[in-house]
């Protein structure tokens, strides 16, 4: 589950294991309406699961991310702080 995103990276809640430096392929579903976005990143870090969560945090930076891509992230966050501004404004 991506808690946060953002042209740069993302932080990831996953059983997954893994460590710092390692490499990863990702396939992120955005919300509807959007094209999933496909992309490599290095984990930058992870914090590991303390009860009650049962997924690890893991800081995650994108990679050669081509610029259409990256373009689609720009486009993909401010739809949703657009959203979230007039949910907060009413």
Known sequence: ???NISAGGLLLASRMTGASGD???LE???DRGW???KANGVV???VPAT???KASRHHIRFVSLPDDVREQLIRYVLDRQR???RIWTK
């Open 35 to 37: 094209a999933p976005l």
């Open 23 to 25: 490499l990863l392929e």
């Open 83 to 85: 959203r979230a501004r």
């Open 1 to 3: 589950t991506a808690l």
């Open 44 to 46: 930058l870090s992870v």
């Open 51 to 53: 009860p009650p969560r």
């Open 28 to 30: 992120v579903e955005l």
